[in-house]
């Protein structure tokens, strides 16, 4: 077997990669360690940045969106039990974010692959990569109980924090900066109507975080800040809404409609990035080379910056023969993730409750929230990070 690009992984930064560059008439092929199912099933993100939704459009997977997803001019921050309105769209210049589940993201760009008839390889076994370092990389794997060899100019390792990709450089190439948070945010998911259909909710409560969005007008999507230590079957669904309630304001948590949950998760809260992006012929994007506490909503949305970037850097070097775009695909990613990764870390720190946050703390928060709100300066910094810094 032979591609131009080989891309490991079928996820939301795998799949928009490789409409990016059939678009431009560049081969490639996906290998997936799950099956389509599997990759479909993970309840994930659900706020996109214009820049996202554009890219998804411009490759012809934009149709589902325009007609289900949900603009979003403004969000909300609750602390002192009452919410305040920022107004995102008057702050920048117009723009919007949209609600629109990571699931459905990956659904739509699934089927417009299919119907471009492209190679996508699931389920595939033992993906190893190898003679990265030359101009002739290979990818091996088992299918269907065979080995398989997929030669190719390219890899690109678009195969999550836990892929092979990034695992594979040698540990003295690589250098890799990390904050672990202690808390993780439980997750439900309910076939009820959001409770602020309009904007997204960020909570900052003595009992910890909360955060109330949603998929679509009928499903929300709501998280309370947890201990790492708590199982998911600690928590009945009673339990879960009211804890969202005792964190949300009065009025909010009266007008809550609340349901049984048709998924509830534990996840863990991580600021990671890897340095550089790229290795020989190996380039890494999205969850592979970073990781962002998701408070910001930005994960999905860098997977996307960086195939944009990479997807350009492809098209130089094919189109124009030229190596610029792939030499400087690292530092060209690499600058928009960390201000990413900055501002993720910021509105984490202003909303959870940490283990030393005393009453100081607390008080400092909420002296910062308040500025927040009532300084047009810096709820301008933050309507313009949270729309997403231009591409
Ligand atoms: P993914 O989605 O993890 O996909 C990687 C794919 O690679 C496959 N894979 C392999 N394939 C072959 N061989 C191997 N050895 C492989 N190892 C792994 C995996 O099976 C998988 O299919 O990474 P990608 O494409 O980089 O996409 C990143 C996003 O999924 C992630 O950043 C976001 O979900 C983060 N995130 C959010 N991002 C946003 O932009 N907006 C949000 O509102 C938002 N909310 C969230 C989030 C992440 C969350 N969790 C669960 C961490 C909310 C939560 C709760
Ligand atoms: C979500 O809808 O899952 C979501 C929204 C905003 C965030 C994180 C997750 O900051």
């Known amino acids: 077997m032979r591609t131009q690009v080989a891309i490991i992984g079928a996820g939301p930064a795998g799949l928009l990669l490789g409409a990016l560059l059939h678009k431009a008439g560049i081969d490639n092929i996906i290998i997936e360690r799950q099956s389509a199912d599997y990759v479909l099933g993970r309840i994930r993100a659900g706020i996109l940045e214009q820049g996202t939704v554009n890219l998804l459009h411009e490759v012809g997977a934009g149709q589902r969106l325009a007609a289900g997803g949900t603009p979003h001019h403004s969000i909300e921050l609750v602390f002192k039990n009452q919410r ?49 370092d030359s101009a002739q990389p290979k990818v091996r794997f088992m299918q269907d109980g065979q080995q398989q060899e997929l030669a190719c100019d390219f890899i690109a390792g678009c195969d999550g924090f836990h892929g092979v990709c990034r695992a594979s450089v040698p540990k003295n190439a690589i250098h890799e900066f990390e904050r672990v948070y202690p808390f993780g945010w439980l997750g439900v998911l309910a076939d009820v109507p959001p409770v602020s259909p309009h904007a997204i909710v960020y909570g900052n409560h003595e009992r910890g975080f909360s955060l109330c969005s ?73 969850d592979a080379a970073h990781i962002v506490p998701p408070t910001g909503a930005k994960g ?19 189109l124009e023969k030229s190596m610029a775009g792939v030499d400087g695909y690292s530092q060209r990613a690499l600058a928009r993730v960390w201000k990413a990764e900055r501002f993720s870390w910021s509105l984490t720190s202003l909303l959870h409750r940490f ?16 500025y927040l709100v009532h300084s047009s300066a810096a709820s301008t910094a933050l309507a313009e990070n949270y729309v997403g810094l231009p591409l």
């Not at 009945?236 to 007008?255: G, M, N, T, V």
């Not at 999905?300 to 094919?318: E, R």
């Not at 283990?355 to 308040?370: N, R, S, Y």
Request: glycine share 8%.
């Open 214 to 286: 949603m998929r679509s007008l009928t499903r929300s999507r709501y998280y309370v800040q947890c201990p790492m230590t708590d199982k998911v079957e600690q928590w009945s669904d009673a339990a879960f809404w009211d804890e969202l309630r005792l964190r949300i304001d009065p009025e909010l948590a009266e007008k809550m409609v609340t349901g049984p949950s048709i998924e509830k998760s534990i996840a863990p809260l991580r600021s990671f990035v890897a340095e550089p992006m790229r290795f020989g012929s190996l380039f890494l994007a999205g």
């Open 355 to 370: 283990p030393d946050t005393d009453g100081f703390g607390q008080k400092i928060q909420e002296a910062e929230l308040d």
């Open 84 to 132: 305040h309105s920022v107004d995102v769209t008057g702050l920048t210049g117009g723009k919007v974010v949209t609600a629109y589940g990571q699931t459905e993201v990956t659904r739509d760009l699934m089927d417009a692959r299919a119907s471009s008839g492209l190679t996508t390889v699931y389920e595939a076994g033992d993906v190893s990569i190898h003679d990265f």
């Open 300 to 318: 999905l949305n860098l997977a996307a910056s960086d195939v944009k970037y990479l997807s350009d850097a492809f098209i130089d070097f094919y």
